[in-house]
């Protein structure tokens, strides 16, 4: 079946630039998660959505990022007024329904490159 | 607070020998622990996780992991090594229900196997 999906896969975009990056999620997987990853370094979690739960919004850096998502499917992050630190690997991944036993199932990430 | 550590940045064996790729972990309670692998440009893709019951776990690829509470460690082994397994590996951990349903991760030990 279909895996997650991101886009775009690449963006290059000017410093001082708002960004938009989707994720679609696998059918019926409740629980959606978003990480940035920098050049060499390990997963940084940003954001949680589970079902219609308020978001986990403990992860993210600043006010620049935001996150939405509708309903249980599609889910965008918005990165306001970019800056060069912004440059990263952004990956969203699903599950099933957001439990501690869960597998997550990763996207192939959206590489944001900020001049 | 959970938190989990990869010891090894880089891990160098040849082709044909066992490999083992090393993963610490502190919770306050039980956990859950899993393993993924990044193949270059690529999302991470699960191998296998540690939820209950027999320590050793086998995966995907021919990847087992064991799991050992005394010394808090869930070590990712291979008993002969491919040269298609050189990727980075990230290891999760997740506390018991009643924790956080975000899973922290590792840095990533990035595993070079030699022909």
């Known amino acids: 079946g279909a895996g997650v999906s991101q886009s775009p896969s690449n963006k290059v975009t000017e410093k001082g630039k708002d960004v938009e990056l989707r994720c679609d999620p696998i059918s019926g997987h409740t629980a959606l998660y978003w990480y940035r990853q920098r050049l060499g370094q390990g997963l940084e979690f940003l954001i949680y959505?589970?079902?219609?739960?308020?978001?986990?919004k403990s992860g993210l850096p600043s006010d620049r990022f935001s996150a939405e998502r509708t309903g249980e499917s599609v889910s965008t992050l918005t990165i306001q007024r970019t800056q060069q630190e912004d440059s990263a690997v952004y990956l969203c991944a699903s599950s099933s329904d957001g439990q501690n036993t869960d597998t997550q199932y990763f996207g192939p990430g959206t590489r944001l490159t900020v001049l | 607070a959970q938190s989990v550590a990869q010891p090894e940045d880089q891990v160098n064996v040849a082709e044909g020998n066992p490999l083992t790729v090393k993963c610490t972990y502190s919770?306050?309670?039980?956990?859950?622990l899993f393993w993924y692998v990044q193949y270059p440009n690529r999302g991470l893709q699960f191998l296998l996780k540690?939820?209950?019951?027999?320590?050793l776990v086998k995966g995907s690829y021919g990847f087992e992991a064991e799991f050992n509470k005394s010394q808090t460690s869930f070590h990712l082994k291979k008993p002969s090594a491919l040269v298609s397994d050189s990727a980075l590996y990230f290891c999760a951990v997740r506390e018991k229900p009643g924790g956080s349903y975000i899973p922290t991760f590792g840095r990533g030990t990035s595993l070079i196997v030699h022909p």
């Open positions: 959505f589970q079902g219609n739960s308020a978001p986990d």
């Open positions: 919770v306050s309670g039980n956990p859950y």
């Open positions: 540690y939820i209950t019951g027999d320590n």
